[in-house]
């Protein structure tokens, strides 16, 4: 087996699809973050250190279109973009 990029590199190109509807978008902020930087959730900080979780909760929706094209935000490290439909894009900050 193979580690992808994001494990190596600390760097995820790629959207990630938040394809567990009970999962929040909050919440795949955060393993997103965590699979990227090769750690656990735990240890990162409170995502509500970098935006507010209710907003982007309200506002990303996988389910439908919010109208929303993505917020964009650092978060540990992180240069993160959610889009309104849940996708999520991680990139190592500069």
């Not at 970098?50 to 650092?74: H, Y």
Request: aromatic fraction near 4%; charge should be negative; include cysteine.
């Amino acid at each position: 087996m193979t580690d992808s990029p994001a494990q190596n590199t600390g760097t995820s190109s790629a959207p990630k699809q938040n394809s567990n509807r009970e999962t929040t978008p909050i919440i795949a902020v955060v393993s997103a973050v965590a699979d990227a930087a090769g750690t656990d959730p735990l240890e990162l900080p409170p995502l509500s250190n970098a935006i507010n979780p209710e907003a982007v909760n309200d506002l990303v929706d996988c389910r439908r279109s919010s109208g929303l094209e993505s917020i964009s935000f650092e978060y540990a490290g992180y240069d993160v973009v959610v889009s309104g439909t849940g996708d999520i894009q991680v990139t190592q900050s500069e």
